[in-house]
């Protein structure tokens, strides 16, 4: 096999993505000037919080809610567990049965499983259409009157499948007893239009994956919703996640969002045109890829299953050729074989195990697609 590059190309951005360095400039700046305890009584610490207020006020600003709150965590996993637990055991003298899908993350995926098997509440797992999407008629369905929770993400982070987001909202607004809760780890700064979360009760954002720091991330919440906490303590970030707030990670947090949002627009022009050149390359073998996206999908992932050779060799082979990519969500891809995401879609059980995810970023090139594709096509030519 004659492979020879030596540039690294990195294509698994929906994983994490490169620091910033402005955001790690505000991180370092934060955390060099304003290190006093944000809850201390003391001059130091209040000035600490009064900037940890102002950074929640920032992010709701760029958000544009005006009725929610920022609870900061240590990541997305952390938020879905506080807002699937949190609301199922606080409100569950309301009702017993939540909704969720059947591609979401892990994380919400396991929480629902351990409030179905340790808690004995009922949980519908919605399959999503042809296109990869959940309707708001299929979550009309499934409504009953003990329906107190819905979990559904923006923006699918193996198919890059966008769920309509505000449709499922303007529906619930006819069942006020059901809290909704959006995983948007995947949609922030991507979309062609940014989704309208103002009626979303629950969102969850993290900021590894627009290009700030691993381990911090936050719940923005509506004021009115109350949940269970799952760690006791201080009483810190309105007695739902105590601990010292870190408030250098906040103010990165901010910027990393703030830079998503600036250039969205121009961004996804330029990560349409690669995936339109990454995928016209597949759509032009079929005998060799099966495409595992959605009629209508975020061009920051791109899913495709060989036919005749094993994903995971594939995968091994181009890391091996210094170009990285996935064959599933890195929170699972070393526990199950193939993609339960995949499988949510119908797919053979060929087409499931053998599944390769690119996702993009705006600063990858068309040149580092046109090496991909060659090099691609020269690993699945010489793979036996």
Same mark, same amino acid.
């Given at each position: 096999m004659k492979i020879n590059n030596s540039k690294l190309i990195y294509l698994d951005n929906a994983s994490t993505t490169r620091v910033n360095e402005e955001v790690l400039k505000v991180y370092n700046d934060t955390h060099v000037v304003y290190f006093a305890n944000p809850s201390s009584i003391h001059k130091e610490g209040q000035k600490s919080f009064y900037l940890l207020n102002r950074s929640k006020e920032e992010i709701l600003r760029l958000f544009n809610l005006k009725d929610h709150e920022v609870v900061y965590l240590s990541g997305a !996993? +952390?938020? &879905? &567990?506080?807002?699937? @637990? #949190?609301? *199922?055991?606080?409100? @569950? &003298?309301? %009702?017993?049965?939540?909704? !969720? /899908?059947?591609?979401?993350?892990?994380? $919400?995926?396991?929480?629902?499983?351990?409030? +179905?098997?340790?808690? %004995?509440?009922?949980? /519908?797992?919605?399959?999503?259409?042809?296109? #990869? $999407?959940?309707?708001?008629?299929?979550?009309? *369905?499934?409504?009953?009157? @003990?329906?107190?929770?819905v979990s559904i993400m923006a923006v699918n982070n193996e198919i890059g499948a966008i769920n309509p987001i505000e449709d499922i909202s303007n529906l619930l607004e006819k069942y006020p007893k059901a809290i909704f809760h959006v995983d948007a780890c995947q949609a922030i700064g991507k979309l062609e239009k940014e989704i309208n979360y103002s009626k979303v009760d629950l969102l969850t954002i993290s900021g590894h994956k627009i290009h700030g720091l691993v381990g911090f991330g936050a719940l923005i919440k509506k004021k009115k919703i109350e949940l269970l906490p799952l760690n006791s303590g201080g009483g810190q970030e309105y007695g739902y996640r105590s601990g010292t707030e870190d408030l250098a990670n906040a103010n990165a947090l901010v910027k990393a969002v703030q830079l998503a949002l600036k250039d969205e627009k121009k961004n996804y022009v330029h990560v349409k045109e690669m995936a339109d050149r990454l995928l016209a390359y597949l759509r032009n073998k079929p005998e060799l890829y099966e495409l595992n996206v959605p009629t209508v999908i975020n061009p920051y992932i791109i899913n495709f299953s060989t036919i005749s050779k094993k994903g995971s060799v594939v995968v091994e082979a181009l890391s091996n050729s210094n170009i990285m990519v996935s064959s599933t969500s890195a929170c699972h891809s070393s526990k199950e074989k193939g993609s339960y995401v995949v499988a949510s879609l119908g797919k053979s059980e060929k087409a499931i195990n053998n599944t390769v995810r690119v996702s993009l970023d705006s600063s990858n090139t068309m040149e580092e697609i046109d090496t991909y594709v060659s090099i691609l096509d020269e690993i699945i030519g010489e793979i036996r």
């Open positions: !996993t +952390e938020a &879905n &567990n506080l807002a699937v @637990k #949190g609301v *199922a055991l606080r409100y @569950k &003298n309301r %009702g017993n049965h939540l909704i !969720t /899908t059947a591609y979401e993350h892990p994380s $919400i995926l396991e929480a629902y499983a351990q409030l +179905e098997k340790e808690f %004995g509440f009922k949980v /519908t797992y919605l399959k999503p259409n042809e296109d #990869g $999407i959940i309707t708001s008629q299929m979550v009309e *369905a499934a409504m009953t009157d @003990k329906t107190i929770l």
